[in-house]
């Protein structure tokens, strides 16, 4: 194979033979420099544009997965955390809900206990409430809404058993008070009914006149005993009835304890129901040792009968 190289107007041509070895050995020459030249062109670009930032990108590289590695550490560690937290949670909803159903079994309880009637209270329903709506600050979303929602029903149950808890602590308490300084029970304790309220025949003059209270026939010295709660008003001498003790109840009522032989309590004081506050005499208008026992209404003297015969 020969290869003809035309020249200018005025040169010859000139052939060349392939099949020379000549011509073989250069062109293998020329093609091994050639893959020399392209061979080092590509070192210095590899170093120019790939051996420089090789060796920062590997570290940036691996500083960036150490640091998804340690933000993974962290979340695995908060996930680990709530959930922890989420369980004590639990715990906790567990023993309120426990303590839920004990107060309401407490006040069933206190409702038997204090012998309400039919519709006076209602431990199973809330009682009437209201006002204007509170601000509250905006409560985080971390809980699961199911789980948050729990929360929020038994705090408004448990809100709505203290209120009616406390509505029946103080009818409790109004019930106790009121028993407390009503009149009842026995004012002395020993002795019998020798007089009863209303018009009876009068021993000094025997004529029919109005008896104001009763009379129980008893020993000189016998105690005499506070019906009810209260203030001493008048404990004195009084023409008629002797050594007189009264005491007021409140809400109306006052009791008069006359013909003592001692007084035993002065005015001003505070004095139990069943309390000794004197001892049995026939001072004042008396044939002999009684207690004559007044109860007072509204101002008006009432057959101490029925309190008398009530339990305290």
């Known amino acids: 194979m020969n290869i003809i190289w035309v020249g200018g107007p005025r040169s010859r041509c000139r052939s060349i033979d392939l099949k020379c070895r000549r011509v073989r050995w250069l062109a293998g020459l020329s093609a091994g420099l050639l893959t020399i030249a392209i061979l080092g062109m590509g070192v210095l670009i590899g170093r120019q544009f790939g051996g420089p930032a090789s060796g920062p990108s ?11 590695l340690e933000q993974q550490a962290q979340i695995d560690d908060t996930e680990s955390r709530a959930r922890h937290e989420i369980d004590a949670l639990a715990i906790q909803l567990g023993d309120l809900m426990a303590q839920a159903a004990r107060l309401n079994a407490l006040g069933q309880r206190l409702t038997r206990m204090g012998k309400l009637e039919e519709g006076e209270f209602d431990f199973s329903t809330a009682p009437g409430v209201g006002g204007p709506e509170p601000q509250r600050p905006v409560e985080g979303e971390f809980l699961s809404s199911d789980f948050t929602a729990s929360l929020d029903q038994l705090r408004n149950q448990f809100e709505q058993q203290a209120e009616q808890l406390g509505v029946l602590e103080t009818l409790l308490l ?124 509204d101002g008006k003297p009432v057959n101490p009968r029925k309190f008398v015969s009530a339990m305290r």
Do not use: C
């Open 58 to 68: 590997i570290a940036e590289l691996e500083a960036l997965r150490q640091q998804l």
């Open 174 to 297: 109004d019930r106790d008070l009121e028993a407390t300084f009503m009149p009842a029970g026995m004012p002395v304790r020993t002795g019998f009914l020798s007089s009863s309220f209303g018009t009876r025949i009068d021993p000094f003059t025997g004529k029919p006149d109005f008896h104001a209270g009763i009379d129980f026939n008893g020993p000189r010295g016998s105690d005499i005993l506070s019906v009810a709660s209260g203030v001493v008003v008048f404990a004195g001498r009084h023409p008629a009835y002797g050594n007189l003790i009264e005491i007021d109840h409140g809400n109306g009522y006052s009791t008069r304890y006359a013909h003592n032989d001692r007084n035993l309590v002065k005015v001003g004081d505070v004095v139990q129901g069943g309390q000794l506050i004197a001892k049995m005499g026939s001072t004042g208008r008396a044939t002999g040792s009684h207690l004559h026992f007044e109860v007072w209404q």
